[in-house]
């Protein structure tokens, strides 16, 4: 059974820092493409970033790029939203997702193209 079980969100002023971790169990990790999305109040659930297999390349949403950093450590099945910078409107559920293989181009942008998900962590920023 494949599980992905978020951590790290919480309550920060604007300005500061936070990383998320999703470790995720029963999937062969490296072979698998990340990805973080998140959804905010009234909102549809839009993509953040994702980390690709192979060879690791990374994509962003325009409003998180140069603040936010994804990454892997696929010795411990985890990966990472470094989220630096943080403003009142990054406020929302983030959730990381799994999809199998190379997701290519506009692909890793889309959640129907994730096949696991998890349940997801509040990250909440005050002006």
């Known amino acids: 059974q494949v599980q992905l079980v978020e951590s790290g969100g919480g309550l920060v002023q604007a300005g500061d820092s936070l990383r998320l971790s999703c470790a995720a169990s029963g999937l062969t990790f490296s072979t698998y493409t990340m990805g973080w999305f998140r959804q905010a109040p009234g909102k549809e659930r839009e993509f953040v970033a994702a980390i690709s297999w192979p060879g690791g390349s990374t994509v962003y949403a325009d409003p998180v790029k140069g603040r936010f950093t994804i990454s892997r450590d696929n010795a411990k099945n985890t990966w990472y939203l470094q989220m630096n910078s943080l403003k009142p409107e990054d406020t929302a559920v983030y959730y990381c997702?799994?999809?199998?293989?190379?997701?290519?181009?506009?692909?890793?942008?889309?959640?129907?193209?994730?096949?696991?998900w998890g349940q997801g962590t509040q990250v909440t920023v005050s002006s």
């Open positions: 997702a799994a999809g199998r293989g190379p997701l290519l181009g506009s692909n890793r942008y889309r959640t129907g193209s994730y096949n696991y």
